[in-house]
């Protein structure tokens, strides 16, 4: 797996949708906040269908496409739900062993989403098929991938100007892997 490649492909079309980008990354954020954050995982799923298409057919991102994918509302809602029961146990009992389960969980899951909205697999599959693609080749890279993709998303997410521009790059740049490797 070339990851200069990956990279370079998520900044060619950064830069050159970097307007359109920025407004659905605004909605994104403006449906997750006044929503108390219960459609963050529905929105964020559409978020990844409006990239996925601007990479796959050069479609460019609508502020409505993050409203697009509410057929996931219950499954992603009752996974986040679940994942984020375990993972506070975890913390609660010895802090080590949430961030061993969210660490898991979020290399194993890497490619879920992109898998939804792409292949329309329902949640289960989905997640089987995620844990195929991290686990069957290239363990090393797809380790590397999760690092610079839960980096980019964590330092975007320090401020809103840094989410604003490091979240859609860091969604390119995971869904230019995923299709790659699907």
Request: glycine letters at 6%; a neutral charge; aromatic letters at 14%.
């Amino acid at each position: 797996m070339d990851i200069q490649y990956h990279v370079e492909i998520a900044w060619q079309l950064f830069l050159s949708n970097i307007k359109s980008l920025v407004i659905n990354t605004l909605v994104l954020a403006g449906a997750s906040i006044l929503s108390l954050g219960i459609l963050v995982p529905v929105c964020f799923a559409g978020y990844t269908d409006s990239l996925y298409r601007l990479m796959k057919t050069g479609r460019e991102p609508k502020a409505q496409d993050i409203f697009l994918q509410m057929r996931l509302f219950i499954p992603l809602l009752i996974f986040s739900l679940v994942i984020l029961v375990i993972t506070g146990i975890g913390f609660t009992l010895i802090v080590i062993p949430g961030f061993i389960f969210a660490a898991i969980v979020g290399y194993t899951c890497l490619y879920m989403v992109p898998v939804m909205v792409d292949l329309e697999y329902g949640l289960v599959d989905a997640v089987k098929k995620s844990i195929a693609m991290v686990t069957q080749s290239q363990v090393t890279e797809h380790v590397i991938v999760f690092i610079i993709f839960y980096a980019l998303t964590t330092v975007g997410g320090s401020s809103f100007f840094g989410f604003l521009l490091l979240q859609p790059f860091a969604t390119l740049f995971l869904l230019s892997v995923y299709d790659k490797n699907k």
